[in-house]
Protein backbone atom coordinates (compact mmCIF):
# COMPACT_ATOMS: atom_id res chain seq x y z
CA UNK A 1 0.00 0.00 0.00
CA UNK A 2 1.23 3.63 -0.60
CA UNK A 3 -0.23 6.58 0.46
CA UNK A 4 0.59 10.29 1.45
CA UNK A 5 1.09 11.49 4.61
CA UNK A 6 0.91 15.30 5.44
CA UNK A 7 -0.14 17.70 8.35
CA UNK A 8 0.00 20.86 9.84
CA UNK A 9 -0.83 22.65 6.43
CA UNK A 10 -2.71 25.46 8.15
CA UNK A 11 -4.26 27.74 4.77
CA UNK A 12 -4.24 31.12 5.72
CA UNK A 13 -2.45 31.79 8.87
CA UNK A 14 -1.53 35.52 8.93
CA UNK A 15 2.19 35.11 9.61
CA UNK A 16 2.52 37.86 11.60
CA UNK A 17 4.22 36.84 14.59
CA UNK A 18 7.49 36.46 12.41
CA UNK A 19 8.30 39.57 11.36
CA UNK A 20 6.52 43.09 11.11
CA UNK A 21 8.10 43.16 7.23
CA UNK A 22 5.14 44.31 5.92
CA UNK A 23 3.09 41.97 2.73
CA UNK A 24 5.11 39.06 4.31
CA UNK A 25 2.10 37.59 5.11
CA UNK A 26 0.44 37.78 1.78
CA UNK A 27 4.02 36.47 0.22
CA UNK A 28 3.98 33.40 2.48
CA UNK A 29 0.94 32.30 1.69
CA UNK A 30 1.47 32.73 -2.07
CA UNK A 31 4.31 30.28 -1.46
CA UNK A 32 2.10 28.15 1.01
CA UNK A 33 -0.28 27.70 -2.16
CA UNK A 34 2.50 26.73 -4.34
CA UNK A 35 3.69 23.98 -2.06
CA UNK A 36 0.63 22.03 -1.64
CA UNK A 37 0.26 21.97 -5.35
CA UNK A 38 3.70 20.66 -5.51
CA UNK A 39 2.07 18.33 -3.39
CA UNK A 40 -1.08 17.17 -5.39
CA UNK A 41 0.95 17.36 -8.85
CA UNK A 42 3.30 15.09 -7.05
CA UNK A 43 0.45 12.33 -5.88
CA UNK A 44 -1.12 12.75 -9.68
CA UNK A 45 2.20 12.27 -11.43
CA UNK A 46 3.04 9.00 -9.07
CA UNK A 47 -0.62 7.85 -8.79
CA UNK A 48 -0.80 7.76 -5.67
CA UNK A 49 -3.99 6.32 -4.45
CA UNK A 50 -4.17 7.70 -0.79
CA UNK A 51 -3.62 11.31 1.22
CA UNK A 52 -3.84 11.41 4.95
CA UNK A 53 -4.38 14.57 6.27
CA UNK A 54 -3.85 14.58 10.13
CA UNK A 55 -4.89 17.78 10.92
CA UNK A 56 -5.43 21.71 11.09
CA UNK A 57 -5.21 21.87 7.09
CA UNK A 58 -6.77 25.52 7.46
CA UNK A 59 -6.76 28.06 10.67
CA UNK A 60 -10.65 28.63 11.16
CA UNK A 61 -10.41 31.92 12.45
CA UNK A 62 -8.83 33.33 9.03
CA UNK A 63 -9.93 30.77 6.46
CA UNK A 64 -11.82 32.19 3.57
CA UNK A 65 -13.98 30.46 1.30
CA UNK A 66 -11.76 30.93 -1.74
CA UNK A 67 -9.16 29.33 -0.14
CA UNK A 68 -11.04 25.77 0.21
CA UNK A 69 -12.29 26.53 -3.37
CA UNK A 70 -8.73 26.17 -4.08
CA UNK A 71 -7.77 23.38 -1.93
CA UNK A 72 -11.03 21.33 -3.54
CA UNK A 73 -9.93 22.26 -7.13
CA UNK A 74 -6.76 20.88 -6.24
CA UNK A 75 -8.31 17.54 -4.98
CA UNK A 76 -10.29 17.18 -8.14
CA UNK A 77 -7.82 16.80 -9.88
CA UNK A 78 -6.32 13.73 -8.46
CA UNK A 79 -10.09 11.76 -8.33
CA UNK A 80 -8.55 8.36 -7.98
CA UNK A 81 -6.86 9.13 -5.24
CA UNK A 82 -9.42 8.58 -1.92
CA UNK A 83 -8.63 11.55 0.22
CA UNK A 84 -8.85 11.34 4.34
CA UNK A 85 -8.86 14.15 6.30
CA UNK A 86 -8.76 14.20 10.37
CA UNK A 87 -9.30 17.82 11.58
CA UNK A 88 -7.97 19.32 14.41
CA UNK A 89 -7.24 22.08 16.59
CA UNK A 90 -7.04 24.76 14.23
CA UNK A 91 -9.71 23.47 12.17
CA UNK A 92 -12.41 21.81 13.90
CA UNK A 93 -15.50 19.97 12.73
CA UNK A 94 -17.82 22.55 13.98
CA UNK A 95 -21.00 22.80 12.86
CA UNK A 96 -20.43 26.45 10.87
CA UNK A 97 -16.78 24.75 9.25
CA UNK A 98 -16.41 24.56 5.92
CA UNK A 99 -15.87 20.58 6.65
CA UNK A 100 -19.41 20.80 7.65
CA UNK A 101 -20.80 23.34 5.27
CA UNK A 102 -18.83 23.06 2.15
CA UNK A 103 -19.57 20.33 -0.37
CA UNK A 104 -16.44 18.64 -1.16
CA UNK A 105 -15.40 16.55 -3.96
CA UNK A 106 -16.49 12.68 -3.90
CA UNK A 107 -13.47 11.50 -3.38
CA UNK A 108 -12.77 13.41 -0.11
CA UNK A 109 -13.48 11.71 3.33
CA UNK A 110 -13.72 13.80 6.89
CA UNK A 111 -13.66 12.15 10.34
CA UNK A 112 -15.86 13.73 12.51
CA UNK A 113 -15.76 13.28 16.60
CA UNK A 114 -17.14 9.66 16.13
CA UNK A 115 -14.42 7.33 15.58
CA UNK A 116 -14.76 6.04 12.20
CA UNK A 117 -14.00 2.56 10.26
CA UNK A 118 -13.56 2.67 6.42
CA UNK A 119 -13.00 -0.91 4.84
CA UNK A 120 -11.15 -0.83 1.65
CA UNK A 121 -10.33 -4.40 -0.10
CA UNK A 122 -6.59 -3.64 1.07
CA UNK A 123 -7.21 -1.74 4.04
CA UNK A 124 -8.97 -0.41 7.13
CA UNK A 125 -8.83 2.92 7.98
CA UNK A 126 -9.72 4.50 11.44
CA UNK A 127 -10.29 8.34 12.01
CA UNK A 128 -10.88 10.74 14.40
CA UNK A 129 -11.63 14.55 14.13
CA UNK A 130 -11.62 17.42 17.00
CA UNK A 131 -15.25 18.93 17.19
CA UNK A 132 -14.16 21.89 19.00
CA UNK A 133 -10.45 23.87 19.40
CA UNK A 134 -9.82 21.75 22.51
CA UNK A 135 -10.02 17.83 23.05
CA UNK A 136 -9.06 16.13 25.95
CA UNK A 137 -9.93 12.53 25.39
CA UNK A 138 -10.18 11.31 22.00
CA UNK A 139 -11.04 7.79 23.26
CA UNK A 140 -8.94 6.80 20.19
CA UNK A 141 -6.92 4.61 22.86
CA UNK A 142 -9.62 2.39 23.36
CA UNK A 143 -9.98 1.12 19.64
CA UNK A 144 -10.31 -2.55 19.02
CA UNK A 145 -8.78 -3.35 15.66
CA UNK A 146 -11.88 -5.28 13.92
CA UNK A 147 -9.74 -7.24 11.00
CA UNK A 148 -6.06 -7.67 11.79
CA UNK A 149 -5.67 -9.99 8.81
CA UNK A 150 -5.51 -6.55 6.84
CA UNK A 151 -3.61 -3.33 7.15
CA UNK A 152 -4.62 -1.14 9.85
CA UNK A 153 -4.19 2.65 9.47
CA UNK A 154 -5.19 5.35 12.29
CA UNK A 155 -5.24 8.78 11.30
CA UNK A 156 -5.31 11.24 14.57
CA UNK A 157 -4.26 14.83 15.32
CA UNK A 158 -3.26 14.95 18.96
CA UNK A 159 -0.26 15.37 21.34
CA UNK A 160 1.90 12.03 21.64
CA UNK A 161 2.91 11.55 25.50
CA UNK A 162 2.57 15.12 26.26
CA UNK A 163 4.43 16.16 28.77
CA UNK A 164 3.82 19.64 29.02
CA UNK A 165 0.56 20.99 30.58
CA UNK A 166 -0.95 22.94 27.64
CA UNK A 167 -0.61 19.53 25.29
CA UNK A 168 -3.27 18.24 27.47
CA UNK A 169 -5.78 20.20 25.78
CA UNK A 170 -5.07 18.73 22.33
CA UNK A 171 -5.94 15.41 22.73
CA UNK A 172 -3.11 13.55 24.71
CA UNK A 173 -2.58 10.26 23.42
CA UNK A 174 -0.29 7.40 25.21
CA UNK A 175 2.60 5.28 23.22
CA UNK A 176 2.00 2.61 25.66
CA UNK A 177 -1.56 2.31 25.14
CA UNK A 178 -1.49 2.65 21.28
CA UNK A 179 1.13 -0.05 20.98
CA UNK A 180 -1.29 -2.48 22.34
CA UNK A 181 -3.99 -1.88 19.61
CA UNK A 182 -1.31 -2.75 16.99
CA UNK A 183 -2.12 -0.65 14.15
CA UNK A 184 0.00 -0.87 11.24
CA UNK A 185 0.65 2.49 10.76
CA UNK A 186 -0.12 5.61 12.85
CA UNK A 187 -0.78 8.65 10.67
CA UNK A 188 -0.39 11.80 13.21
CA UNK A 189 -0.30 15.52 13.39
CA UNK A 190 0.19 18.49 15.35
CA UNK A 191 3.50 18.28 16.06
CA UNK A 192 5.30 20.55 13.39
CA UNK A 193 8.52 18.73 13.35
CA UNK A 194 9.34 15.56 12.00
CA UNK A 195 9.19 12.51 14.09
CA UNK A 196 9.53 9.29 12.74
CA UNK A 197 9.36 6.53 15.70
CA UNK A 198 9.41 3.96 13.43
CA UNK A 199 9.57 1.30 16.07
CA UNK A 200 5.96 1.59 16.72
CA UNK A 201 4.99 3.36 13.35
CA UNK A 202 3.67 6.57 15.09
CA UNK A 203 5.07 9.34 12.50
CA UNK A 204 4.54 12.97 12.91
CA UNK A 205 5.56 13.95 8.95
CA UNK A 206 5.61 17.97 10.38
CA UNK A 207 4.19 21.04 8.92
CA UNK A 208 3.57 21.14 5.26
CA UNK A 209 5.92 24.17 5.13
CA UNK A 210 7.76 26.19 8.27
CA UNK A 211 6.14 28.82 10.39
CA UNK A 212 8.51 29.84 12.34
CA UNK A 213 12.11 29.75 13.60
CA UNK A 214 11.01 27.01 15.69
CA UNK A 215 10.63 24.95 12.95
CA UNK A 216 14.18 25.16 11.36
CA UNK A 217 15.20 22.86 8.47
CA UNK A 218 13.47 21.23 5.39
CA UNK A 219 9.71 20.66 5.53
CA UNK A 220 6.90 18.77 3.42
CA UNK A 221 5.37 15.58 3.44
CA UNK A 222 6.00 11.89 3.30
CA UNK A 223 5.45 9.50 0.67
CA UNK A 224 5.07 5.74 2.29
CA UNK A 225 5.15 2.30 1.34
CA UNK A 226 3.97 -0.03 3.75
CA UNK A 227 3.88 -3.80 3.40
CA UNK A 228 2.07 -6.59 5.99
CA UNK A 229 3.72 -9.48 6.29
CA UNK A 230 2.02 -12.29 8.66
CA UNK A 231 4.30 -15.14 9.77
CA UNK A 232 1.92 -18.40 9.31
CA UNK A 233 3.42 -20.29 12.59
CA UNK A 234 3.69 -17.31 14.59
CA UNK A 235 1.21 -15.15 16.74
CA UNK A 236 3.94 -11.90 15.11
CA UNK A 237 3.17 -9.39 12.20
CA UNK A 238 5.99 -7.75 10.42
CA UNK A 239 6.01 -4.64 8.82
CA UNK A 240 7.95 -3.35 5.82
CA UNK A 241 7.72 0.62 5.82
CA UNK A 242 9.61 2.84 3.41
CA UNK A 243 9.30 6.08 4.13
CA UNK A 244 10.23 8.83 2.02
CA UNK A 245 10.24 12.77 2.65
CA UNK A 246 9.23 14.86 0.16
CA UNK A 247 10.19 18.59 -0.06
CA UNK A 248 7.59 20.90 -0.25
CA UNK A 249 8.70 24.45 1.04
CA UNK A 250 11.36 26.37 -1.01
CA UNK A 251 12.05 28.47 2.35
CA UNK A 252 14.42 27.57 5.17
CA UNK A 253 14.59 29.02 8.25
CA UNK A 254 17.96 29.82 10.31
CA UNK A 255 19.40 31.61 12.84
CA UNK A 256 22.87 33.45 13.11
CA UNK A 257 24.96 34.43 15.90
CA UNK A 258 26.66 37.78 16.09
CA UNK A 259 29.39 38.22 18.96
CA UNK A 260 29.07 41.95 19.24
CA UNK A 261 32.00 42.41 21.66
CA UNK A 262 33.89 44.58 19.51
CA UNK A 263 31.41 46.74 18.56
CA UNK A 264 30.98 50.40 19.58
CA UNK A 265 28.43 52.12 17.23
CA UNK A 266 24.90 51.43 16.11
CA UNK A 267 26.45 51.79 12.36
CA UNK A 268 29.09 49.29 12.77
CA UNK A 269 26.98 46.87 13.80
CA UNK A 270 24.36 47.46 10.73
CA UNK A 271 27.50 47.64 8.35
CA UNK A 272 27.75 44.07 10.02
CA UNK A 273 24.34 42.42 9.81
CA UNK A 274 24.31 43.79 6.29
CA UNK A 275 27.31 42.12 5.15
CA UNK A 276 26.04 38.56 6.05
CA UNK A 277 25.53 36.79 2.55
CA UNK A 278 22.18 35.13 2.58
CA UNK A 279 20.79 32.40 0.61
CA UNK A 280 17.39 33.59 -1.51
CA UNK A 281 15.68 30.73 0.18
CA UNK A 282 16.29 31.44 3.93
CA UNK A 283 14.65 33.02 5.68
CA UNK A 284 17.18 34.12 9.11
CA UNK A 285 17.06 35.34 12.56
CA UNK A 286 19.96 37.03 13.82
CA UNK A 287 21.45 36.17 17.81
CA UNK A 288 23.31 39.12 19.57
CA UNK A 289 25.57 37.52 22.00
CA UNK A 290 28.79 38.57 23.81
CA UNK A 291 29.30 41.78 25.56
CA UNK A 292 27.44 44.88 24.49
CA UNK A 293 29.29 48.13 24.22
CA UNK A 294 26.06 50.05 23.15
CA UNK A 295 22.41 50.61 23.27
CA UNK A 296 21.05 47.92 21.59
CA UNK A 297 17.55 49.59 19.57
CA UNK A 298 16.27 46.42 17.59
CA UNK A 299 13.35 48.57 16.05
CA UNK A 300 16.07 51.09 14.30
CA UNK A 301 18.06 48.77 13.31
CA UNK A 302 15.78 46.62 11.75
CA UNK A 303 14.61 49.44 9.67
CA UNK A 304 18.08 50.02 8.53
CA UNK A 305 18.75 46.37 7.35
CA UNK A 306 19.06 45.57 3.51
CA UNK A 307 18.66 42.26 3.48
CA UNK A 308 14.55 41.70 3.30
CA UNK A 309 15.31 37.45 4.26
CA UNK A 310 16.26 38.74 7.29
CA UNK A 311 12.95 38.74 9.45
CA UNK A 312 13.91 39.24 13.08
CA UNK A 313 16.80 40.62 15.58
CA UNK A 314 16.80 39.22 18.95
CA UNK A 315 19.24 40.33 21.80
CA UNK A 316 21.05 37.97 24.01
CA UNK A 317 24.05 40.19 24.86
CA UNK A 318 25.10 41.47 27.74
CA UNK A 319 26.06 44.62 28.89
CA UNK A 320 29.34 45.43 30.09
CA UNK A 321 29.41 46.49 33.81
CA UNK A 322 31.76 48.48 35.92
CA UNK A 323 30.31 47.78 39.26
CA UNK A 324 32.72 49.77 41.25
CA UNK A 325 32.03 52.77 39.25
CA UNK A 326 28.62 51.84 39.19
CA UNK A 327 28.55 51.68 43.06
CA UNK A 328 29.99 55.73 43.35
CA UNK A 329 26.52 57.05 41.97
CA UNK A 330 24.40 58.67 43.64
CA UNK A 331 21.34 57.55 42.78
CA UNK A 332 18.77 53.87 43.21
CA UNK A 333 21.37 52.01 40.81
CA UNK A 334 24.28 52.96 43.10
CA UNK A 335 23.16 51.96 45.74
CA UNK A 336 21.80 49.04 45.08
CA UNK A 337 25.20 48.02 43.14
CA UNK A 338 27.04 49.33 46.40
CA UNK A 339 24.69 46.90 49.23
CA UNK A 340 25.49 43.94 46.92
CA UNK A 341 28.91 44.51 46.56
CA UNK A 342 29.18 45.20 50.45
CA UNK A 343 27.46 41.34 50.57
CA UNK A 344 31.16 39.53 49.19
CA UNK A 345 32.07 40.05 52.45
CA UNK A 346 30.14 37.53 53.37
CA UNK A 347 32.32 34.27 52.95
CA UNK A 348 29.42 32.09 52.65
CA UNK A 349 28.05 34.25 49.23
CA UNK A 350 29.64 32.83 45.91
CA UNK A 351 31.25 35.74 44.52
CA UNK A 352 29.90 34.82 40.65
CA UNK A 353 26.53 34.42 41.96
CA UNK A 354 26.67 38.25 43.83
CA UNK A 355 27.43 39.41 40.47
CA UNK A 356 24.99 37.79 38.63
CA UNK A 357 22.67 38.79 40.64
CA UNK A 358 23.90 42.23 40.58
CA UNK A 359 23.65 42.28 36.63
CA UNK A 360 19.89 40.65 36.25
CA UNK A 361 19.01 43.41 38.96
CA UNK A 362 21.03 46.24 36.62
CA UNK A 363 18.95 45.00 33.66
CA UNK A 364 15.48 46.01 35.24
CA UNK A 365 17.02 49.69 35.72
CA UNK A 366 17.47 50.37 31.83
Not at 354 to 361: C, N, Q, T
Request: proline share 2%; charged share 30%.
Amino acid sequence: MRFIHMADVHFDSPFTVLTDKRDFGTKRRLEQREAFRKAIEYIAKEEIPYLFIAGDLYDQNYIRESTIEFINNLFKTIPNTKIFISPGNHDPFLKNSFYNTFKWNNNVTIFNDEIKRVELEDVDIYGYGFSDFYCSNSKVEDIEIKNKEKLNILLVHGALDSSKNIDIKYNPISTNKLKKIGFDYIALGHVHKKIDENKYNFIYPGSMISFGFDELGEHGMLDIIIEKETKENQKINKNKIKINFIKLDNRIFEEKNINISSINSQEELIEKINSIKINENIFLKIILIGNKNIEINKNEIFKLIENKNILKIEDKSEMKYDFNKLATQNNLKGIFVKKMLEELNNKEIDENEVRKAIEIGLKSFE
